[in-house]
């Protein structure tokens, strides 16, 4: 069991709030990402659910018992930080059997759960080794050894890979989720890393400013984003977002923009005709080829080969703007350039507040 409810939880430093009252349901063997720029409260929260911050305010119950006043060794969670924390003069075999020596359990049971770590984790070969000898890879597999052997009923990580290099964090994030896979447990994930916390993630909480703005599955995160914030906080390169209006023409929605083009805009939207409005285009879903819909004109900055394709990066009127170009565009900067806007997956949302605006919402 590894469930964890969060009730009108609340945390206060002093006078300032910086996590108004929430409410959050994590299920047995979930695997969730709290994610969001620093300072919006991810890693509080998670501190919060193991004990060490104590709550303002809410109740936090895991697997089903009222856990807000019990100290962190008594909640049944483990912890993973982004600092290593090993003992240097141990090995591996010593860390990893560090917290069940401390518990009191006889040798043998020891060696049995921390070979059994090492095996799920490959560090067999590196078993007598200290932490000195080891990668960064191999270090923080250690420290999440650590963590299995107690046997928790969920697995806290906050930030663990930021400490990686590019490569080291691709293989650890695969580790990771291929361990999840395997032990069936709850695991709940501190990342300011949008790329992590879509591909790891069974659920990504977006937090700013100690609120959940969403949470919801990585492809609902992407396609259907609740407001202007999840939108440009998910995605690489950012979902490029135009300003303008919606008015009514021969009877039909249009989204005018400010610098002045029209686009056809969902029936729906004739209910906000007049309403300040921010129309919101992926980059990944414009191009060059006509048949994807409308046409707008942007000026080009700079172009960015990558291989496959080639980023444009230019202005449309005032506004920065991005475009996925076929690698074959040789566009030079001060050209303007015609980019087509894949007309099914443009997003509107209303200035006032930012929310998205859906015929099914």
Same mark, same amino acid.
């Given at each position: 069991m590894g469930s964890i409810t969060l009730k009108q939880v609340a945390k206060r430093f002093g006078d300032t709030e910086v996590i108004p009252p929430l409410n959050l349901t994590i299920e047995d063997g979930e695997f969730v990402v709290f994610v969001g720029p620093s300072g919006c409260g991810k890693s509080t929260l998670l501190r919060l659910i193991a004990g060490l911050e104590d709550v303002s305010d809410g109740v936090i119950e895991i697997d089903g018992n009222d856990a807000t006043s019990l100290p962190p060794a008594k909640r049944g969670l483990a912890m993973v930080f982004q600092s290593y924390a090993l003992y240097p003069h141990m090995t591996v075999r010593k860390n990893i059997a560090f917290p069940l020596k401390m518990a009191g359990l006889d040798q043998a049971t020891i060696d049995a759960k921390v070979n059994g770590a090492a095996a799920t984790l490959n560090l067999a070969d590196y078993i007598d080794r200290r932490? %000195? +000898?080891?990668?960064? %890879? +191999?270090?923080?597999?250690?420290?999440? %050894?650590?963590?299995?052997?107690? /046997?928790?009923? @969920?697995?806290?990580?906050? /930030?663990?890979?930021?400490?990686? !290099? @590019? @490569?080291?964090?691709?293989?650890?994030?695969?580790?990771?989720? /291929?361990?999840? +896979?395997?032990?069936?447990?709850? =695991?709940?994930?501190?990342?300011? !890393?949008?790329?992590? @916390?879509?591909? =790891?993630? !069974?659920?990504?909480?977006?937090m700013q400013r100690g609120v959940i703005e969403q949470a919801a599955d990585p492809i609902t995160l992407y396609e259907r984003p609740r407001n202007l914030f999840v939108a440009s906080f998910i995605g690489a390169p950012s979902m490029n977002m135009l300003a303008g209006q919606i008015a009514m023409e021969d009877g039909h929605p249009v989204f005018v923009s400010n610098s002045g083009f029209r686009i056809s805009a969902p029936a729906h939207l004739a209910s906000v005709a007049g309403e300040a409005m921010i129309l919101g285009i992926r980059p990944e879903h414009t191009g060059e080829d006509s048949s994807l819909g409308p046409c707008i004109q942007a000026t080009v900055i700079e172009m960015e080969p990558l291989g496959p394709h080639t980023l444009l990066i230019g202005k449309v009127g005032d506004e920065k703007f991005t475009a996925q170009m076929p690698a074959s565009n040789k566009s030079q900067p001060d050209d303007v350039v015609d980019v087509y806007l894949e007309h099914s997956k443009m997003h509107f949302f209303r200035a006032s507040d930012g929310l998205a605006l859906r015929e099914s919402d």
């Open positions: 932490p %000195g +000898q080891l990668s960064g %890879g +191999q270090r923080q597999r250690v420290a999440i %050894g650590r963590a299995i052997v107690r /046997e928790p009923s @969920a697995f806290l990580f906050d /930030e663990p890979l930021s400490n990686l !290099d @590019a @490569a080291l964090r691709g293989n650890m994030r695969l580790e990771i989720s /291929e361990l999840h +896979q395997t032990l069936a447990t709850t =695991m709940v994930y501190v990342t300011h !890393d949008q790329v992590e @916390a879509m591909t =790891m993630a !069974d659920r990504v909480v977006v």
